[in-house]
């Protein structure tokens, strides 16, 4: 049977970022975690998979292995596993609990309930406390080469987990009370024997607050929160450009029972553009110009991305000659000189010449010795030998 991908185990895109990857697996141990499913050997395996995916993706090399070759990465000759899932020397498992230990006991989540984060919350360690911070969201958004030059204000809109109007975020009915939790009778933990080793835990039945609601509030019930859409505005500063993110402080998700609410970080992709390419802070074009241009010599109007540009063309200018144009190019994000603009010009040829433009033309080539040796001399006198 195929293994499945790893991305989809952790339901997270394949280009996502370090910490993306971590929040990913965070929300699923958590949600398939052996001490949340007592006695479900489905959740235990599904646990055991995304730990799998992450311990080969949070390493850069195991990643790019995978992200080449897929499962058969870390296939040995023989069609057996090798790689992590063979690490240890016994081709077993790696253990689940060094992942998580990783992901949440140093660190500590976005909980506030204790010391140590969503492994202390469950493991020991941490206090009742049954707030629950809010989860961050993302937002993707496209905009144009222009608007990421100049900067501007979006309004977006999506929905999220708002605090609920009718309780206000208590979960309870408006009138009905809070009663002592009958599992953990007030402690908002229960403790958990392993053997040897006694775990401690948040308390399922109230979520850590040692209390119980007596009527859950009819419209979120016993939620605290419902689904909403909302509106905010976004200021893009200008030089932004694909995969910039910015962060919006408090417009995630509502958090539970006094628990902040998260952050939105907003994603950006700054459409193609038809005229410009951008290179870092510098954009790049090509214009056609007329060969009498090219030979005479003058000046044009080139756009820019603020207005028109005046460009010099000096006589006996080739085709393919690229001009810069100073400080016309992307604003800096870090503040530093204005990139500069690029211009390629591309000599026309006539291809349709009426019979006064033939004249002239011939006349030219005659009075030039053009017609007499139409490649240049240097050019000669390389390939003569192969005549």
């Known amino acids: 049977m195929a293994k499945e991908d790893y991305y989809d185990l952790l339901g997270a895109q394949k280009g996502a970022t370090e910490e993306e990857l971590k929040k990913a697996y965070r929300k699923k141990a958590v949600q398939f975690h052996p001490d949340k499913n007592p006695g479900n050997k489905e959740a235990e395996e599904t646990f055991k998979k995304v730990s799998e995916a992450y311990e080969v993706l949070k390493d850069p090399e195991k990643r790019a292995a995978y992200d080449r070759y897929g499962h058969a990465a870390f296939q040995g000759p023989g069609g057996g596993a090798r790689g992590p899932a063979a690490s240890g020397g016994g081709g077993g498992f790696h253990d689940p609990f060094d992942i998580f230990r990783e992901v949440f ?9 204790g010391g140590g984060g969503i492994f202390d919350e469950m493991f020991g360690g941490g206090g009742g406390g049954g707030d629950r911070d809010g989860a961050d969201l993302r937002y993707d958004l496209e905009i144009t080469l222009e608007e990421a030059a100049r900067g501007v204000e979006k309004e977006i809109s999506f929905r999220k987990a708002m605090t609920c109007e009718r309780c206000t975020g208590t979960g309870a009915e408006p009138g009905s009370k809070r009663v002592t939790c009958p599992t953990c009778r007030g402690a908002g933990q229960i403790r958990r024997s392993g053997g040897i080793i006694t775990f401690t835990q948040a308390c399922p039945t109230c979520g850590g607050t040692g209390q119980k609601i007596e009527k859950p509030c009819t419209v979120c019930r016993g939620e605290g929160r419902t689904p ?17 993110r910015l962060r919006s402080s408090g417009n995630g998700e509502a958090g539970t029972s006094g628990g902040s609410s998260g ?33 005479l010599g003058g000046s044009i109007e080139v756009p820019t991305l603020f207005g028109k540009g005046s460009l010099k063309i000096p006589a006996g200018t080739a085709s393919g000659t690229t001009f810069r144009l100073r400080e016309k190019g992307m604003p800096s994000l870090r503040g530093g000189r204005q990139g500069d603009q690029l211009v390629r010009v591309q000599v026309e040829v006539p291809t349709s010449l009426s019979s006064e433009q033939r004249k002239l033309l011939e006349e030219f080539a005659r009075v030039s010795g053009d017609a007499a040796e139409p490649t240049s001399k240097s050019f000669f006198e390389k390939a003569k030998k192969f005549f």
């Open 263 to 295: 952050d939105l970080y907003i994603v950006l992709t700054v459409k193609d553009h038809e005229l410009f390419e951008r290179q870092g802070d510098a954009l790049f074009c090509e214009i056609p110009i007329k060969f009498t241009l090219a030979s």
């Open 105 to 113: 006991g140093q660190q500590g989540g976005r909980s506030s309930g």
């Open 228 to 244: 909403q859409t909302t509106k905010i505005n976004v200021r893009i500063p200008a030089g932004v450009e694909t995969g910039s």
